[in-house]
């Protein structure tokens, strides 16, 4: 399947060397490789500030007088970054012609961080993807080498779900599952009472994956800052250590989870679909120069992308899915631990039950609440909100919250994009609150009443 990948996009580069009126002979074969291509589209844009689109085959959208053709973003080899390579290797982004993307794979978060720092035009990226609240981060300048900060567009969500936490195999039967038991909670906090508290990993700090664990813990009645010691290693690192015993937990994304259970190396605790169902995950942004320079290109490259997602999220393209992404130049990973995650399958420990529902995994259109792709400005409101909760942003950051999220979140790109690219209205969403939040816990998230959540969270450094 890499090879017939690799074949198309020798076709679909070939393709775009032809000229606008596109052979017939490309054509036929762009459909036939296309599988099952979206239903040609005439120009779908409602006026207004909209691009207008040449159509010149069925699957050519090409977007009239794109500034550049061109662009680098990055990627870390997770499922999160599927809908961007699959936007490549399905010829997407040839599609709205962006002929000339470069999907570059980051060997971490922190070189990613610094390759947008530096941009393509010195060898790093424009954009890519990004564990939440990285753009703001970046933004602001709190982990940027430039302390008055890199100005960033958050524009999708690339996807919800496929992560969780795992825990070392010798804790296995302590009562460490998503909801600890008396004995499990005991366990932990007598492991601090010791002298030797559970270590716990997350691949950057502040972002995601160490929110993920510090919520589970805390929904747990553990103090993440106190009953634990939380710290940054790289995903490779975590699972050596976790070998040989001087890791105890980790924060971490598919495919890593299958990986650690089948090595035996730990199991299963908690997803982060069961903590939070539908919860928002990782995203695309990118420079806001780039973008501010390049509007029409990056209507176009969101086009392609929501058209990738709509394609990852589909039950019969996955094993497709599977065999480009796990490709040697992408994840480098054997496909049968990438098949199980894609079909929501989870060998959960602690005797928990198995897991086996695709709206359980990763998802990247749908996921029975709102739109995946869509970046709903409340969900951001909510990485800010709980990186107040745990002293990473100043109190103030809620009350000047809108100024701060209307600078950084462009979901007014999206939704130009989104017609773009023929989604229905039904798919649109009406509003940027996704509405009221549910935890695993019982806890609600209010967008409109930010300080009310973490007035309700018993363990807080607020
Ligand atoms: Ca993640």
Known sequence: MTKFSDQFSGLSRRKFIVTAGASALGSILLKGCLGNPPEPTTNTSAGGASPSVVTTTPNEKRVEGIETTKITLGYIPIVESAPLIIAQEKGFFAKYGMTEVTVAKQANWGSARDNI???SAGGGIDGGQWQMPMPYMISQGLITKNKDGLPMYVLAQLNTQGNGIAIAAKHEGKGIGLKLSQG???????LAKAGTPFKAAYT????????????????????????????????AQTVANMKTGSMDGFSTGDPWPLRIVKEKIGFMSALTAQIWKGHPEEYL?????????????????????????????KPEHRAELVAIVSGKSFFDVPPEILNPPYQGKYIMGDNQPEINDLKMGPLYWHDGIGNVSYPYKSHDLWFLTESVRWGFLPTKTLTDHKTIIDKVNREDIWKKAAKLAGVTAADIPASTSRGIEKFFDGKEFHPDKPEDYIKSLAIKKV
């Open 117 to 119: 720092e530096i941009g």
């Open 285 to 313: 942004a990118i420079r806001s120069d780039w973008v501010d320079k390049h509007p029409k290109a990056t209507e176009a490259i969101l086009a392609a992308l929501i058209e990738a997602q709509q394609w990852c999220d």
């Open 184 to 190: 499990g909670h005991d366990y932990i906090k007598d």
């Open 204 to 235: 950057f700090p502040k972002a995601n994956q160490d929110l993920w664990i510090r919520y589970w813990l805390a929904a747990n009645n553990i103090n993440p800052d106190a009953d634990v010691s939380l710290l940054t290693v790289p995903a």
